[in-house]
C-alpha cells in the first residue's frame, strides 16, 4: 500500500468520472495530508472522490455511483 492512497476504488467509468475513490474514516479521524493531496490529484484526473464514516455510506456512494438499486435497507 502506498501512503495517501485512498481505501476503496471502483474503476468502472460513469458520466463524467472515470472511476470512484472511496476513503473509509472512523469516529472523529480526518483525512491525512498524503489523502488529501491525493484526492485532489484523483478529482483534478476526472474521478469522484468520496469519504465514508459508516460502511453504509460507502455503500450509498457505491450504489448511487453505479446506478445500482438498493439491496440492503
Known amino acids: ?3 495517501g492512497v485512498w ?3 471502483y474503476p468502472l467509468p460513469m458520466g463524467e468520472y472515470h472511476g470512484l475513490f472511496i476513503e473509509m474514516k472512523y469516529g472523529s ?3 491525512t495530508p498524503e489523502q488529501v ?5 484523483m478529482k ?3 474521478y469522484l472522490c ?3 464514516y459508516r460502511w453504509q455510506d460507502a455503500y450509498q ?3 448511487e455511483y453505479a446506478g445500482l438499486k ?3 435497507e
Open 7 to 9: 481505501d476503496i476504488f
Open 44 to 46: 483534478a484526473r476526472g
Open 50 to 52: 468520496q469519504v465514508a
Open 70 to 72: 438498493k439491496q440492503f
Open 29 to 31: 479521524n480526518k483525512l
Open 61 to 63: 456512494y457505491l450504489i
Open 37 to 41: 493531496e491525493f484526492g485532489d490529484v
Open 1 to 3: 500500500m502506498k501512503s
